[in-house]
């Protein structure tokens, strides 16, 4: 069961993504207790999470602004995702079995069913839902947070410097990498299918 701070979290994490509010913008308990017609600590306890996340920083006796990241940070996690990803398929590439496979296939499907092309935030939901998936078929706990959290950085970066400047041919773009790489995994072409992967990432950075 969705508790009210986790309902408190999750919208005021959307309305960041999806450009409601600007890195001037002030956020205080006060408005946010009236906009979501609750009480002070869910609210609070929202707040702080979000801080701790990185998203947003507080100004005392003020509010909470949002933490804003350089273009540089974005590069750096794109740098690390694409040393990352393709290295961790390569090696774990015997790990993968065929009801994987299915999966991402699947899962690839409803994305291109379901998703808002003209939304960015469902376009980056998707994109972040199929390369996770893929990292849960190593079975390393550990590689899966990092790769997490480096997408969670990422859309935040590319957020407020992007999101204005959206266009549906990137989700087109996206699919259709997605779909090149099902291809080779199904194959079993472990080169290309790294490549791909390098690819997907490498088309990002040059976005």
């Not at 199929?130 to 990292?135: D, E, N, R």
């Amino acid at each position: 069961m969705t508790t009210l701070r986790q309902k408190v979290y999750n919208s005021i994490k959307l309305d960041i993504v999806s450009g409601k509010y600007s890195r001037d913008d002030i956020l205080n308990e006060k408005n946010l207790m009236l906009k979501y017609n609750i009480s002070k600590a869910p609210v609070r306890d929202a707040l702080i999470e979000l801080c701790n996340e990185g998203v947003l920083r507080s100004i005392p006796r003020l509010g909470y602004v949002m933490v804003s990241y350089s273009k540089e940070y974005l590069d750096g996690i794109l740098k690390l995702r694409k040393f990352l990803e393709p290295t961790y398929l390569e090696e774990n590439w015997d790990r993968i079995t065929d009801e994987d496979i299915s999966k991402l296939e699947s899962l690839h499907r409803k994305h291109l069913e379901e998703a808002c092309r003209e939304d960015p935030v469902s376009y980056w939901n998707t994109n972040m839902d199929f390369h996770l998936t893929l990292a849960s078929f190593y079975h390393d706990e550990y590689f899966y947070e990092i790769l997490e959290n480096a997408f969670q950085k990422q859309m935040l970066v590319f957020s407020q410097y992007y999101w204005n400047n959206w266009r549906r041919e990137v989700f087109d773009i996206y699919s259709h990498q997605h779909s090149e790489f099902l291809s080779y995994l199904k194959s079993r072409d472990r080169k290309k299918a790294v490549l791909e992967l390098r690819k997907d990432i490498e088309y990002f950075m040059k976005g």
